[in-house]
């Protein structure tokens, strides 16, 4: 090995395997714990909103995650722009390309809640409405997803779309519109979902997954194809940060 690929070896940037590790642990072990307590507890305590079980065992549930998950949201994404990068100029290229494997990571959790989100809570809350009785906005199906899952999922985008604009000298004072729309996707699912449990509430009751109510969904799928865009621009600047701070440490 040449004295130059020698020094470039030294000054390369370690990905962040060992907190990746962790934050998808941490992750898939939460919504598997969630998803048992939703398989054990729904048919039992679940089908009854105005029972006393399901104020206790559901609402409940929903009034504490709904504010836990907007503080860590809020704090998260506060603590980084309190934080941010004021002088892009000063950003060392070894630096620089050890953020961007810190938004790849970020960006990684982004599609394991997505996944999860869209598996597991997704798939239950559509064979709920399948064998039961639609009866409120308010179900085990519903809290699981609409208000933890789907949330999670925004949460997840948000930070790291935040990351990448308050510590990346090219995102910087910009904004990167297939990161943007990537982001966007969830967040406008959540005004379709209030049009979705209003009409089903008033004037909708067929649970047919291609109804007209359910096409506002769509704009979840649509917004993944931007993340094509993305990738190009995260990689383009990847290949020439490595060509000064060499490849990541394994």
């Given at each position: 090995m040449s004295a130059r690929h020698?020094?470039?070896?030294?000054?390369?940037p370690?990905?962040?395997?060992?907190?990746?590790a962790l934050v998808l642990f941490g992750t898939g072990a939460v919504f598997a714990i969630y998803r048992v307590y939703q398989q054990t507890t729904a048919f039992t305590l679940g089908l009854d909103y105005f029972s006393e079980d399901f104020q206790t065992y559901w609402m409940n549930l929903l009034y504490a995650q709904l504010p836990i998950l907007t503080l860590l949201g809020a704090g998260i994404v506060g603590r980084l722009?309190?934080?941010?990068?004021?002088?892009p100029a000063a950003v060392s290229p070894r630096e620089e390309l050890r953020r961007h494997y810190v938004v790849l990571s970020q960006i990684l959790v982004f599609?394991?809640?997505?996944?999860?989100?869209?598996?597991?809570?997704?798939?239950?809350d559509a064979a709920w409405h399948q064998v039961t009785i639609r009866d409120t906005d308010f179900t085990p199906t519903h809290i699981a997803l609409f208000y933890f899952g789907i949330p999670c999922f925004?949460?997840?985008?948000?930070?790291?779309?935040?990351?990448?604009?308050t510590r990346l000298p090219k995102f910087m004072n910009r904004v990167s519109l297939p990161f943007a729309i990537v982001v966007a996707g969830p967040?406008?699912?959540?005004?379709?979902?209030?049009?979705?449990e209003w009409g089903h509430t008033f004037f909708y009751a067929e649970e047919l997954f291609a109804a007209p109510i359910h096409w506002g969904f769509v704009l979840l799928g649509w917004a993944t194809f931007a993340a094509g865009g993305l990738v190009v621009q995260l990689l383009t600047r990847i290949v020439e940060l490595t060509r000064v701070a060499g490849r990541p440490e394994v």
């Amino acid at each position: 090995m040449s004295a130059r690929h020698v020094a470039t070896a030294e000054v390369a940037p370690k990905a962040p395997w060992v907190q990746l590790a962790l934050v998808l642990f941490g992750t898939g072990a939460v919504f598997a714990i969630y998803r048992v307590y939703q398989q054990t507890t729904a048919f039992t305590l679940g089908l009854d909103y105005f029972s006393e079980d399901f104020q206790t065992y559901w609402m409940n549930l929903l009034y504490a995650q709904l504010p836990i998950l907007t503080l860590l949201g809020a704090g998260i994404v506060g603590r980084l722009w309190m934080t941010r990068e004021r002088n892009p100029a000063a950003v060392s290229p070894r630096e620089e390309l050890r953020r961007h494997y810190v938004v790849l990571s970020q960006i990684l959790v982004f599609a394991v809640v997505a996944y999860l989100t869209a598996s597991i809570f997704t798939e239950a809350d559509a064979a709920w409405h399948q064998v039961t009785i639609r009866d409120t906005d308010f179900t085990p199906t519903h809290i699981a997803l609409f208000y933890f899952g789907i949330p999670c999922f925004i949460m997840a985008g948000v930070v790291a779309f935040t990351y990448a604009h308050t510590r990346l000298p090219k995102f910087m004072n910009r904004v990167s519109l297939p990161f943007a729309i990537v982001v966007a996707g969830p967040i406008m699912i959540m005004p379709n979902l209030g049009l979705n449990e209003w009409g089903h509430t008033f004037f909708y009751a067929e649970e047919l997954f291609a109804a007209p109510i359910h096409w506002g969904f769509v704009l979840l799928g649509w917004a993944t194809f931007a993340a094509g865009g993305l990738v190009v621009q995260l990689l383009t600047r990847i290949v020439e940060l490595t060509r000064v701070a060499g490849r990541p440490e394994v």
